[in-house]
């Protein structure tokens, strides 16, 4: 399989020369400790963000609700803090005004955008909010399908009911951040658009066939996916279809396994958010089980989590015990710094 490959791979690089291949090279030098750190996304806001980034080296930093002034001294702090460059991120679908309120004009919802040309455009633009934010990633576009009328949490922010046009203009929003050197994440992996739960809330369970995934909510991401877009966000959503267990995409290895294998997709697959309901229900509020369930299912980055600390310290304690091995880690920290590489932000 793909995925066994790919850690042998891996693994054979490391066991001989690094000289070639700069990022492998970095690991080699990397204790566990700081590999497993590389792949926390941890919320600009944390109490604990100067010493997660200057002490524990986690690998990057979202930023949510704030202000254009306390971006503008947060961040450059942070990255001179970091002695492995941070992926810094943001959810700004609509712009950096999706986060920064009172600084930005508003850009286009997706659903009132009406033309590929006008999406690249929009992609365009928010893509130069962020780089004047110093923002390398922003976690959009929306691939979702937007075909149920009482979808409590897609609703706008898709770009249509229509497959077809959800895959032109995902496809082309995600040209525009390129266009301008950021980055671009399809989300929600594999499809919130016809859900009546809200995943922040609880977990949705879509329960289409698998030939209807095909054909309908897994179309945009594999038009993404094919042109190469830098990450994926995988839901907290239910699919029997791909999971006859019913686990969360989120922490089931079945589905981390489907895009690896089945889509082809070896950048970095990121959570959706750690504290959403849709998944933190099934763990009784415990951020630290959720998070280790869904590393060990095939999550190479771990979004916004608030016990960073805890959850580096139980992953670093399963692979040094051997219950998670360190070619595993090895693959997803590489992934993780290869993606690092292809946005400019690892020289």
Request: aromatic share 6%; with cysteine.
């Amino acid at each position: 399989m793909k995925t066994t490959s790919f850690l042998l791979a891996v693994s054979l690089l490391l066991l001989g020369s690094c000289s070639e291949d700069p990022e492998l090279a970095l690991i080699s030098k990397m204790n566990t400790r700081d590999k497993v750190a590389q792949l926390l996304i941890a919320h600009h806001y944390n109490p604990d963000i100067d010493s997660l980034v200057c002490r524990d080296h986690i690998g990057g930093v979202i930023v949510m609700v704030s202000s254009l002034s306390e971006v503008k001294e947060l961040l450059p702090r942070l990255k001179a803090e970091s002695s492995i460059p941070l992926l810094t991120c943001i959810d700004a679908e609509w712009g950096a005004q999706m986060r920064l309120k009172k600084d930005f004009p508003r850009q286009l919802y997706a659903c009132e955008i009406r033309s590929a040309q006008q999406a690249r455009e929009v992609g365009r633009k928010i893509g130069l909010e962020l780089d004047s934010l110093g923002i390398a990633v922003n976690l959009a576009p929306v691939a979702d399908v937007n075909t149920n009328p009482d979808n409590p949490v897609i609703g706008f922010r898709a770009f249509s009911s229509d497959v077809d046009t959800v895959c032109e203009y995902a496809s082309a929003y995600a040209q525009g951040l390129h266009d301008v050197g950021i980055g671009a994440c399809a989300k929600h992996f594999p499809g919130h658009g016809d859900t009546s739960v809200d995943s922040h809330k609880a977990l949705p369970v879509v329960a289409h066939s698998r030939e209807r995934l095909d054909s309908v909510e897994l179309a945009p991401f594999k038009r993404l996916i094919a042109e190469d877009v830098d990450m994926l966000m995988i839901g907290h959503l239910s699919v029997p279809a791909l999971d006859a267990s019913g686990k969360p995409a989120s922490i089931s290895k079945p589905i981390y396994d489907f895009i690896r294998d089945s889509l082809k997709f070896d950048s970095c697959i990121v959570t959706d958010g750690l504290m959403m309901k849709g998944l933190l229900n099934m763990f009784e509020g415990d951020d630290v089980a959720a998070s280790v369930a869904a590393y060990e299912a095939g999550a190479d980055l771990l979004l916004g989590a608030v016990d960073v600390r805890e959850i580096i310290d139980a992953i670093c304690s399963k692979v040094e015990s051997g219950e998670f091995s360190e070619e595993e880690l090895d693959a997803k920290v590489y992934r993780v710094l290869k993606l690092k590489k292809k946005l400019q932000i690892l020289q």
